[in-house]
């Protein structure tokens, strides 16, 4: 990319340079702004008859073409791209969705030459019309070697993001307590209503057991039997492990138990089990607060049918500290 000047009636379709202002301080044209008829116009009536222009070069690509391209090959699922000024490209998603992002690679590529990419977090909902990522060029043009080893490297390895749709995604709860079940429904179900509502959720099935061994197997299976995404266990009191009440539920009604512990503050108490493709979350204390807390890292890729390992929970803890 080199600077060339040029009389201002040849300048159409050329790349400027750098910004042009009006004399009172206002922007005229932005840098990177493509030349029109109308602006030449404009110039020439400002008293201008030479401009800066940028020159791509040979060996180069053009920045709208490098960042369209990139964004096209770094993510799949819901998501669109909209050209934006300056050399970049956003990401929007297409419908309600969690982010899932390969860290590893994208610190790979922000690391080559020419183009650098910035996404929401790992496991971050999205609705509808949000902006999930952004690909800015370097300006105007970036190296076509380098813009082909980034694209063979995203065709080879990626993608970095995921878009995961959150369709039909449902909610069910046991609501438990050494008492009176009702006691636990009473205490959470307010605060766990606006909660799931902010991940598009609006209304959940739900049951009552006191929390003992067997209602809460009992209750957990019949939850079950209705398909749901995920099944969250509002109990009163905190587990020490999964020897307790509702762990050993969870394993005499055959589920395989996933995590226990959480690096997360608030939660650190979680425990994730699956009873085949489905979660069951305990997470006791996390449903008397609206303030963020280990639910809300867990439920966008659980809503969206991703099955969280326990390398993910532990990953958790890098930015784990809520409040």
Not at 111 to 119: D, L
Not at 142 to 164: C, H, T
Not at 246 to 270: H, K, T, W, Y
Request: glycine fraction near 8%; charged fraction near 20%; hydrophobic fraction near 40%.
């Amino acid at each position: 990319m080199r600077d060339q000047t040029v009389e201002i009636q040849e300048s159409a379709g050329r790349i400027l340079s750098s910004a042009i202002f009006r004399p009172g301080g206002k922007k005229l044209l932005a840098k990177g702004h493509i030349l029109r008829a109308e602006d030449i116009r404009i110039l020439q009536s400002a008293g201008m008859d030479q401009i800066t222009v940028a020159q791509i070069e040979e060996g180069e690509v053009a920045e709208d073409e490098a960042v369209c391209a990139v964004a096209g090959e770094m993510a799949c699922g819901s998501y669109e791209i909209q050209l934006a000024a300056g050399g970049r490209a956003n990401l929007i998603a297409t419908e309600n969705c969690c982010v899932l992002v390969d860290e590893d690679l994208l610190r790979q590529v922000n690391c080559t030459c020419g183009v650098v990419i910035a996404t929401t977090l790992n496991f971050s909902f999205a609705q509808k019309g949000q902006r999930i990522a952004t690909v800015k060029s370097a300006p105007f043009a970036v190296s076509k070697s380098d813009f082909e080893g980034l694209i063979n490297m995203l065709r080879e390895r990626g993608p970095i993001m995921q878009a995961r749709p959150a369709r039909s995604a449902s909610i069910s709860v046991l609501y438990c307590d050494p008492i009176n079940g009702d006691r636990a429904r009473t205490l959470f179900e307010p605060v766990l209503r606006q909660k799931l509502e902010r991940f598009g959720i609006h209304s959940h099935a739900s049951i009552t057991v006191l929390e003992n061994k067997e209602h809460v197997a009992r209750g957990l299976q019949h939850l079950l039997r209705t398909k749901p995404s995920v099944v969250l266990v509002a109990s009163t009191t905190a587990p020490a492990g999964p020897s307790d009440v509702v762990g050993q539920a969870m394993s005499d009604i055959g589920c395989q138990i996933e995590r226990f512990l959480a690096p997360v503050e608030p939660g650190n108490l979680l425990l994730m089990s699956y009873k085949n493709d489905i979660p069951i979350l305990a997470v006791p204390g996390c449903f008397r607060s609206l303030k963020p807390n280990v639910i809300d890292l867990m439920l966008p890729p659980l809503l969206a049918q991703y099955r969280v390992s326990t390398w993910e929970v532990a990953c958790l803890g890098h930015g784990g500290l809520l409040c």
